[in-house]
């Protein structure tokens, strides 16, 4: 997997979000995901669930102009993140 080609594709699909590469592409890009599933841009009292954004992402992913690898590795990314999240739950 090129991790700044993903990077590249993710940053096509966020188009107002600018993602400033702080460790490397790979961990841009899952903090990214991350920070999207748990709705953290948005005010708490509005938040969706992460399980709703999932489902809102993966369909961004799956309708856009990508090519059809970039989709996959990014869903695999993003069921990634969601792991990650139902592990670190209190």
């Not at 961990?27 to 709703?52: A, F, G, V």
């Not at 590795?73 to 139902?86: F, R």
Request: hydrophobic share 30%; no cysteine; glycine share 0%.
């Amino acid at each position: 997997m090129n991790y700044s080609d993903l990077l590249s594709a993710y940053r096509d699909l966020w188009t107002n979000r600018s993602l400033p590469v702080e460790k490397d592409d790979y961990q841009t890009l899952i903090d990214s995901i991350i920070k999207e599933l748990k709705d953290e841009m948005t005010h708490p009292r509005i938040r969706k669930s992460h399980m709703e954004k999932f489902y809102y992402s993966v369909s961004r992913i799956i309708s856009s102009s990508l090519n059809n690898e970039q989709k996959t590795q990014l869903i695999d990314l993003h069921i990634l993140a969601m792991k990650n999240i139902e592990n670190n739950k209190h």
